[in-house]
Every structure is written in C-alpha cells, then in structure tokens.
C-alpha cells in the first residue's frame, strides 16, 4: 500500500497548513479556485507567489508515482524554464516538471538538472487552469508519461523510456513539491486545485485520474452516525469541525 495524498485546498488557510514543508507563504482563496464551489460545498484553490513552494511527505516509498492535478500560470517564464512539481526522495529532486517561456511543458530528472522529454511550443498560455496527469516509473532507466487536459484513457502529450529519474540511490519516491521548485522569479504566481499523488503499483487508486476529475469539499450540518467522540467548545460533534477556515483549538473533537 502507497501513499495517497488528495489536496483540495478547500478548508483551511495559512494558520492551518497540512503540508510537511512550506517555503514562503501560501495564499488560499476562493477566487483562485479552479471553479466555482459546488452547492452545500466550499471550494478554494491555492496560489503560490515567487520562490514559494510546499511540499508533502508519503507514508510510504513510492516507486511509481502519479500526481494528477490542475495549474495556472499567472505568467509564463521570460527566458528559460520554470519548474513547478518534483517528486522527491528525502531533500533531493528525482524527476521535474517545468513550464517554458514558448508554452512548452518539460520533463527533467533532478531539479532541472538534464531535460528528459518535452511537448510542442504553445500547449500552456497564461492564466489558464490545465489539468495535468503526470506518471513516472523512478529508475536509472526510467519512464515519464504526461497527459494535458485528457479524460483518463485518451492519448498523452509526452512518452519517454529508458530515461533517468533517479538522482539518489533510491529507486523511489517519497514525496512530492508544487510551486517554485527551482526558486526563481520568472512566473508571477501559480495555482493549484484538485490535487491527488498516489501510486502506479500500489492499490487503487493506481492510474492516472484523467480531466474531469474534481475535489468536492463538503463541511458537515448536522449529527451523522457517529457522536461518540467528546465535543470540545461546541455541544455537538459536527459544530466542532464545520468551520471554514478552521479555528484551530477554539472546537475540536
């Protein structure tokens, strides 16, 4: 069994940060959702400005991992390339995804250290939220597979074997970093919505999610089967936990 990490960003704000590991400061909003918030649900997504990153430790180590998400480039890079999402073993880089300055999206092994594969020009404009499935086998002769914006089984935009994704001499992964990855100033923000990572070889779910695929957060409004749990700065249960952003130890379970 591998890691699975679903993100939607929905319910909470910077006092209440779930990832491992934050490199400046996220700002969650809902205006930088990916849409509008579903009835009964709330919805946000997550921007990050230059340099800032976040990344998420696995419970487990990740030979083949997926990261299937949404992304808006508020920008796109002046010069150059500009990484956005590593899989990572411990500190270290193992394979990267970049954006550049013609709209290209690249694959690179470590953290932009040599260009594995690579789409046309022109498949990323500004200000446009994509959905991005990305797959990896990590191996010294290894295998990335990307898809934009297609429903699960259709074609993906880049295929590459035989490829090196393994920086460390580990062959896996064992967590994952969105927004600057490679520090750089050279997009003005990203955004992130309806994030997933898990794993080709674990137990499902383990394959690529496809577009369409959407996080729907839904804060509780009444009692549910459970009520055994002790309420602490409410009198119910599911007062304690329907706050949005949360309120940290004022009501809790």
């Known amino acids: 069994m591998y890691s699975c990490i679903w993100d939607?960003?929905?319910?909470?704000?910077?006092?209440?940060?779930?990832?491992?590991?934050?490199?400046?400061?996220?700002?969650?909003s809902?205006?930088?959702?990916?849409?509008?918030?579903?009835?009964n649900c709330v919805g946000q997504g997550v921007r990050l400005g230059p340099s800032v990153y976040k990344t998420k430790n696995y419970s487990a180590d990740s030979p083949e991992p997926i990261a299937s998400f949404a992304v808006l480039f508020e920008s796109l890079p002046s010069s150059g390339?500009?990484?956005?999402l590593a899989f990572n073993d411990g500190g270290t880089r193992q394979v990267s995804l970049a954006v550049n300055a013609s709209g290209a999206l690249e694959v690179w092994n470590?953290?932009?250290?040599?260009?594995?594969?690579?789409?046309?020009?022109?498949?990323?404009?500004?200000?446009?939220?994509?959905?991005?499935?990305?797959?990896?086998?990590?191996?010294?002769?290894?295998?990335?597979n990307l898809w934009l914006g297609e429903p699960a089984g259709g074609g993906a935009l880049i295929t590459a074997s035989g490829v090196d994704t393994q920086i460390t001499s580990n062959a896996y992964a064992n967590g994952v970093t969105i927004g600057f990855i490679?520090?750089?100033?050279?997009?003005?923000?990203?955004?992130?919505?309806?994030?997933h990572a898990h794993d080709a070889s674990g137990s499902a779910p383990n394959a690529v999610l496809g577009e369409g695929t959407r996080i729907y957060t839904k804060m509780p409004n009444g009692a549910g089967y459970a009520t055994t749990v002790?309420?602490?700065?409410?009198?119910?249960?599911?007062?304690?936990?329907?706050?949005?952003?949360?309120?940290?130890?004022?009501t809790y379970v």
């Open 8 to 28: 939607g960003f929905d319910d909470y704000t910077t006092t209440g940060e779930r990832w491992d590991l934050v490199n400046g400061t996220p700002q969650y």
């Open 30 to 39: 809902s205006s930088y959702a990916r849409f509008p918030a579903a009835p």
């Open 81 to 84: 390339s500009q990484g956005f």
């Open 230 to 250: 002790t309420p602490n700065g409410a009198s119910a249960n599911w007062q304690c936990v329907d706050d949005v952003p949360p309120d940290g130890d004022t």
């Open 182 to 195: 490679n520090g750089g100033t050279s997009v003005s923000g990203m955004r992130f919505d309806d994030f």
């Open 110 to 144: 470590g953290g932009l250290g040599t260009k594995l594969a690579s789409s046309g020009p022109g498949v990323i404009v500004a200000n446009t939220y994509y959905f991005i499935d990305f797959e990896t086998v990590i191996n010294t002769s290894g295998s990335v």
